[in-house]
């Protein structure tokens, strides 16, 4: 498998994102394949220094980089040569993709343009999402979209629900997933009319198991195995959940200091396992779902776990045929898929 990585994406790149590079390669296969796409010199530097000779290591010449502060789309036309551009490239089928799946943890927007652009979409798709795969007590949630499409349609969200549950279905094994649709009270008149427009549009679908809305207290409670939302509420229900993790972590440390220091070793471990189970950087990427080939979008602060995590995940969701079950699944559905203008 090739797997291209924009090692100039994020808030610590590029050392954390090629160190990341480095421990993934115990995880891949001798006939694997690692893009670095990104300067060459300081690629080639950075590997020399560490007396990498690797083979699977392939370096991906890009001498432009795109800023967490850039414009998105004016970033991806007046950039062709930033390593984000160059790496969807890669990932773009053509006669045949360089790449099998491609991998970025610098400014969403630009992947989202630069994927779009460079790779297309998937037949039948009117707007890909961010599909983030959220940890829970009660088993995994897929939360799609969170942060592509901040100002979604009906259809595009109707779209996400089917998306969503094709990898609940295929990645995670979840036999029957059930969808839900993120709103501010369960009561069936609650909610704008983006939110009612969609439910309609979901329950009508065929084969969906639709659970009903999801208030954001419920989002951890099992109650939906997908849970489908526009970019900015999914965005900002993301991040907050990982700064509560974080303070209730360290609220429950420093309680514990404060009563009896000694607590602190025998509960070390049960704190361990539960603050691994909620740290992103133990799950790291996650798809933008509907573009041809496999995108994976990375958190802007990763780290280098967060990286090799990331591409273990990169290998896991294009062996599991993803894409090949949304064409399928989107094509039962005739009515969104005629929505989808130029998908093609």
Partial sequence: MRIAVDVMGGDHA????????????????????????GPEPLIRDFLDERGVTDPRVVIEHAPDVIS??????????????????????????????????????GNTGACVSAAIMQMKRLPHVIRP????????????????????NPEPKPSHLAQYALMGETLARQLLKIEYPRVG???????????????????????????INYVGYVEGR??????????????????TVLKAAEGLAKSMFKAIIAELMEMDVSLITPMEEVITRIYKKNDYHEHGGAPLLGVRGACFIAHGSSEARTIRAAIRNCRDFVKAGVNEAIVQRLAEVPALAGAAPGAE
Avoid: Q, Y
Avoid at 17 to 35: M, S, T, V, Y
Avoid at 77 to 99: Q, T
Avoid at 219 to 234: M, N, Y
């Fill in 68 to 105: 967490m502060d850039d414009s998105p789309a004016k970033a991806v036309r007046g950039k062709p040569n930033s390593s984000i551009v160059r790496m969807s490239w890669l990932g773009a089928e053509r006669s045949g993709p360089m790449a099998d799946v491609v991998l970025s943890a």
């Fill in 218 to 235: 419920d989002f951890f409670e099992g109650v939906a195995d997908v849970v489908v939302t526009d970019g900015l509420v999914g965005n």
């Fill in 181 to 207: 649709v993120m709103n501010i009270g369960s009561e069936e008149a609650k909610g704008t009319d983006l939110i009612r427009e969609t439910r309609d549009l979901i329950t009508a679908l065929p084969g």
């Fill in 14 to 37: 590029p050392d954390s994102i090629l160190k990341g590079c480095l421990l993934a390669l115990a995880d891949l296969e001798p006939d694997d394949r690692l893009l670095l796409v």
């Fill in 129 to 148: 999402g961010i599909a983030v795969t959220v940890p829970s007590f009660h088993g995994p949630v897929v939360m799609i979209d969170a942060g592509a």
